[in-house]
């Protein structure tokens, strides 16, 4: 996979504390905010709304409302994982 290079904006203050974790760690920024990017993405993928969503990106604003409604009313019993199931081709 080519690496490609992003640009965005962030505050000073969060820019000289990444410099000083990173001289810290004895790493370069760019690891730095490739791991802490790396991170999150598995956290965020983890995430239940992720993964109830992640396969209805076609889905139109009527369809969306209506996902996010069932999401948004689901209590902690809704996602406890109640058994487990493995599958091998």
Not at 11 to 39: C, G, Q
Request: proline share 1%.
């Amino acid at each position: 996979m080519t690496a490609r290079a992003i640009y965005f904006k962030m505050d000073e203050f969060e820019i000289n504390d990444m410099k000083h974790v990173a001289s810290i760690y004895h790493m370069t920024i760019t690891d730095l905010i490739r791991e802490a990017v790396s991170e999150y993405l598995i956290k965020m993928k983890s995430d239940p709304f992720y993964r109830l969503t992640a396969c209805v990106e076609d889905a139109d604003e009527e369809e969306t409302a209506e996902i996010l409604d069932v999401i948004n009313n689901l209590d902690d019993d809704d996602l406890t994982i109640t058994s487990r199931k493995s599958f091998s081709a």
